[in-house]
């Protein structure tokens, strides 16, 4: 490839609305342009990138036997209201009707898809197990997408859906599948973590997010550092605390708290310790309003609480909502009295005297015993758990992470069968529901999350298997004999298999090595001055220093470019080379 004949619109400056380092320099280095809100063209250089990360993602799947398919990205609603998920996916799933006003989805993922196409024809127990994939287009219509590629509207995945009869079948491919995705990481030098992960609208019992360790990453990961425990924050747990209030049941008061709504006011207010107050949220869904309640310390886990319930249209009810259904301003609800169903976090259970609202408007109550002045209908781990809290494996301390879900692996179970009527005669003649797993991995995320760990002040630094180039071939000055050492190299290196563009343009040598260090392409050859001593430079794209090499013995300066090659890690800051 010649440099000359790329498209590839490098900028200098960085663009207004990039709000991470991944989004300015795909877009400074040519790679990606905006073309709405969320929404991306892939340039040559970005193509590229795709089809190698694409490419890696395959041999993987094929390698655990998975067959590819492709399906359609539009998908009739009638299927996803079967399940339920057209209501659980709310405001982000892309809605649609065709002009016979029949309504369609622009699928954000497909389980009800991939279980309706197969459920009339993988009727046999002898065809089971089997696992199909496709990389495919997925839409969402995010109410503020943002960080360039990792919160679009529009992305690239590879998702894969498992059929078997028994659950230790799916036992083995989950597996198979959560050892390819951690091949799929190495292969790119990815700095990952796979940890157990909130099964959101896609259900199942189980399931672990691979995450990329990145400072700007939107996924917060608990991990424990002394016996590995990993979790997102919207699955992770912690031991209980060892709180213990040995005192006798006080009278019930209730008292006059004005212009006081927060934990933190009335904290302050009646003197008291906030872990002797208790919130009480209210929350609405498809079954109605619930009321949550939490130790005032601590925060409600919304994640957890939908997943406890197995209603992902749960959300937090709003002020008017709340005041039209219990007369009561949000600060002042309380659970004495309510008509509603009463789930408390495992924190309030060994509660004794605490407070809460009254509601009323202006008022607490005093001294609240739950079982005597109220009845919990339950109890469940809704907390949030935070940096500091106790590993409910070994009870060290839990540390904060911050990373970027790429991929994640999910047991379904027989979640979609049951309700779409997905069956398989077994050996005894027997009608039974598939068992089912799925697997997704982020295409055009994974590009993202690559930048965001693989970069420094001059640009990117692609790893060898995903760069859009291997090596470069910098021609200084393209008017003399410089430029005819540069052809012949470019295609001794072609030859030898290596990706290779030579940049031919008749432009500055400061402007060449700044365009390909922006881009990121793993080894420069620089054809200049030091050819009047029959010599080429090699220099690594993160390393400071250059390795001056004889041109006129061909098999060892290609040896030297392979060697490199191997060795080059984007992670590596190498000094001597």
């Known amino acids: 490839m010649y440099w000359s004949k790329l498209y590839a619109p490098t ?17 400074r280095g040519g790679f990606i342009r905006k073309s709405a809100s969320g929404i991306f063209s892939y340039l040559p250089l970005g193509t590229k990138v795709l089809q190698k990360i694409t490419q890696i993602v395959r041999e993987e799947m094929n390698r655990t036997g998975a067959q590819e398919l492709l399906m359609p990205i539009m998908q009739p609603a009638e299927i996803w209201k079967i399940t339920g998920r057209w209501e659980d996916y709310g405001p982000e799933m892309m809605k649609l009707k065709d002009r016979n006003d029949r309504e369609f989805t622009l699928g954000p993922t497909h389980e009800e898809m991939i279980t309706t196409l197969v459920k009339d024809e993988l009727r046999s127990y002898k065809q089971l197990p089997v696992n199909f994939y496709q990389i495919n287009t997925k839409y969402r219509d995010e109410i503020r997408p943002r960080f360039g590629l990792l919160r679009g509207r529009e992305f690239i995945m590879k998702d894969a859906y498992s059929f078997h009869t028994s659950y230790e079948s799916l036992d083995k491919t989950y597996k198979d599948m959560y050892d390819a995705y951690s091949r799929i990481c190495e292969r790119m030098d990815l700095k990952y973590v796979a940890v157990e992960a909130d099964t959101g609208a896609i259900g199942g019992s189980n399931s672990h997010e691979f995450t990329a360790f990145a400072e700007s990453g939107e996924s917060d990961i608990l991990v424990c550092d002394n016996c590995g425990y990993a979790a997102t924050q919207e699955k992770a747990e912690c031991l209980e605390d060892d709180l213990k209030i040995d005192e006798d049941q006080k009278p019930l008061k209730l008292v006059e708290t004005p212009n006081v709504r927060t934990v933190e006011e009335l904290s302050k207010f009646l003197n008291v310790d906030k872990r002797r107050i208790v919130k009480s949220m209210i929350f609405v869904g498809r079954n109605g309003y619930i009321m949550a309640m939490i130790r005032g310390d601590l925060e409600i886990n919304t994640a957890k609480l939908k997943s406890y319930l197995g209603d992902q249209t749960l959300r937090l009810a709003t002020g008017e909502e709340v005041y039209q259904k219990f007369s009561t301003q949000i600060g002042y609800i309380g659970p004495i009295g309510v008509n509603a169903r009463i789930i408390a976090d495992r924190s309030v259970k060994p509660l004794v005297n605490y407070i809460v609202g009254g509601l009323k408007n202006e008022y607490h109550y005093v001294n609240v015993n739950h079982g005597r002045d109220f009845k919990i209908n339950e109890y469940a781990d809704i907390r949030m758990v935070v940096e500091g809290d106790k590993c409910p494996k070994c009870g060290h301390e839990l540390k904060m992470k911050k990373g970027i879900e790429v991929g994640q692996v999910f047991k379904l179970g027989t979640k979609y069968s049951e309700k779409l009527s997905a069956t398989y005669v077994d050996s005894d003649g027997n009608e039974k529901y598939y068992i089912m797993g799925c697997y997704g991995w982020g295409v055009s995320r994974t590009m993202a999350a690559v930048v965001e760990q693989f970069h420094d002040d001059r640009g990117i630094i692609w790893p060898r298997s995903i760069a859009p ?49 922006l881009i990121g392409i793993p080894l420069r050859i620089t054809c200049g001055k030091s050819l009047e001593n029959g010599e080429v430079e090699l220099k690594l794209r993160n390393s400071d220093k250059s390795l001056k090499v004889k041109i006129d013995d061909k098999d060892y300066l290609i040896e030297k470019v392979k060697e490199l090659l191997e060795l080059y890690k984007p992670g590596d800051q190498v000094g001597n080379i």
Do not use: C
Not at 472 to 499: C, F, P, R, S, W
């Open 11 to 27: 900028l200098k400056e960085v663009p207004s609305d990039a709000d991470i380092k991944s989004a300015e320099l795909l877009v």
């Open 469 to 517: 180039f291997e090596v470069v071939i910098t021609v200084v000055n393209v008017a003399g004999d410089q430029m005819k050492i540069g052809y012949e190299l470019h295609d001794l290196i072609e030859k030898n298999g290596i990706d290779v563009i030579l940049d031919d343009r008749e432009v500055s040598a400061g402007f060449k090595f700044k365009d390909a260090d």
